[in-house]
């Protein structure tokens, strides 16, 4: 499998697993939570595959998306783009790297709801699967750019 299948195989898992039903039994906040850090592990692997793909130009022997992304990472034009975008904050991949944080640190990513009757629901607030999907999709509209300029070269 080429790494653009492998990426563009890792998107398309992630967003159905974020469409899987959770159910309504005592195990469907253990389960939504699962899908959800499930599916953002797969968002991460499809970056790291993501990577690989736009700078096979560039034969890096490095592909940790960590070490490519860094500021001090590989002068690489496409890794550089993404670096910019990583710190606008209504950019996918400043959301990702904020997701996958938590998702690797002792408190997770996913969340459980709370159901206390006294507190005041707020509208605005989307749950972790909504915000997968908008990003997978920002994801996915922005790869077809970066596989362009890849291509160039």
Do not use: C
Not at 28 to 54: C, D, N, Q, T, Y
Not at 73 to 102: F, I, N, S
């Amino acid at each position: 499998m080429s790494p653009r299948s492998r990426t563009n195989q890792l998107l398309y898992q992630a967003e159905l697993l974020v469409g899987l039903p959770v159910g309504d039994d005592e195990h469907s906040p253990a389960r939504r939570m699962a899908i959800e850090e499930s599916a953002l592990a797969l968002f991460e692997l499809a970056l790291g595959s993501l990577l690989k793909e736009v700078t096979e130009h560039a034969r890096l022997t490095n592909h940790d998306w960590r070490a490519l992304l860094a500021n001090d990472g590989p002068d690489v034009a496409e890794l550089q783009r993404l670096r910019d975008a990583m710190h606008q904050p209504d950019h996918w991949l400043h959301w990702l790297v904020g997701q996958l944080d938590k998702l690797h640190s002792d408190e997770g990513a996913a969340r459980r709801t709370v159901q206390n009757p006294a507190m005041i629901a707020v509208g605005s607030q989307r749950s972790l699967a909504e915000q997968l999907l908008d990003n997978l999709a920002a994801a996915k509209r922005e790869i077809a750019s970066l596989r362009e300029t890849s291509e160039e070269w």
